[in-house]
């Protein structure tokens, strides 16, 4: 009850001179806001696409480099410098590196690539969420990136922030209201 209270007062304390304004509250999922945005349902289908006709195709091309210059070299090794053979032994041995980290660097790219993707839409919905009038922050370790600085920019925006969290955490200090209970005990107390 008396959280509800205090929540009340925070609502009330950050609205405008508009008795009929209404309160917009910030909830945020990124990956459930950007999944509802128009446009972003092409981005699994351009990831896909990009899979295939650039990470694929690059390592096919890397093998058959690789075993190019493999032949090459162990063709043509009894007629070069040694120094010669070193260098080109050393590079052929990075491509072998390469190719048995493959995944790990396919993985690299996919998520560079998916970043690159969906980094407009993240900004479009951190500056929806930035428009709030009470942020709602639940549940959060407060150090992942976004959601350690979303309760800060809202913050810095004009809106009440309440924190739920059994927890202390960083964002402790920017909240308005620090509620120390589990996310559902603290949504209960808060609309209850």
């Given at each position: 009850m008396g959280a509800a209270f205090v929540m009340a007062i925070l609502v009330?304390?950050?609205?405008t001179a508009s008795a009929q304004q209404a309160i917009k509250i910030g909830y945020?999922?990124?990956?459930?806001?950007i999944s509802l945005m128009p446009g972003a349902q092409k981005i699994d289908s351009i990831l896909q696409a990009f899979s295939r006709d650039s990470i694929n195709a690059e390592y096919q091309f890397r093998v058959e480099e690789f075993n190019r210059n493999d032949s090459t070299l162990r063709a043509d090794s009894?007629?070069?410098?040694a120094k010669v053979y070193q260098?080109?032994?050393?590079?052929?041995?990075?491509?072998?590196y390469l190719l048995q980290n493959w995944q790990?660097?396919?993985?690299q790219m996919?998520?560079?690539k998916q970043q690159q993707l969906v980094a407009p839409f993240a900004q479009k919905a951190i500056e929806a969420f930035a428009s709030c009038d009470v942020a709602l922050i639940i549940g959060t370790s407060a150090v992942v990136e976004p959601a350690a600085s979303l309760a800060r920019l809202a913050k810095q925006q004009g809106a009440s922030v309440v924190e739920i969290n059994p927890t202390e955490t960083p964002l402790s200090f920017v909240a308005d209201l620090s509620l120390r209970m589990s996310a559902s005990e603290g949504m209960a107390e808060l609309l209850g």
């Open positions: 009330a304390s950050n609205q945020f999922d990124l990956e459930a806001m009894a007629k070069m410098p260098e080109r032994k050393q590079k052929l041995f990075q491509e072998f790990e660097y396919s993985q996919y998520q560079e």
